[in-house]
């Protein structure tokens, strides 16, 4: 497996892990047939819509912060040796 395929799934997967978490703790608080928009008119999507966006935003957002993670955590010199052609 590549570096890029495993450094892919070191983030991927964890973060798939913490969205479902995240996902029950929002929807155990938080009725989504009260949402509103930021203007305030109601969300018109079903339950289900809302499960789906809400969790696949709450798994790019924690991707993001692990592949920055793993960005900062390497080293300096591993990165600048790096040829990205």
């Known amino acids: ?8 799934m070191a983030v991927a997967w964890p973060a798939f892990l913490m969205a479902s ?3 029950m703790l929002v929807f155990s608080l938080v009725d ?3 949402l509103h928009w ?6 018109t999507l079903s339950a289900t819509a809302v499960y789906t966006l809400a969790f696949f935003v709450f798994w790019l957002v924690i991707m ?5 993670s793993h960005l900062l955590a390497e080293p300096a010199a591993e990165i600048n ?3 990205f052609r």
């Open 38 to 43: 930021f203007g305030g008119a109601p969300v």
């Open 81 to 83: 040796s790096r040829s």
């Open 1 to 8: 497996m590549k570096r890029i395929q495993r450094l892919a």
């Open 64 to 68: 993001a912060a692990g592949a920055m």
């Open 32 to 34: 989504p047939a009260t």
């Open 21 to 23: 978490v995240l996902e």
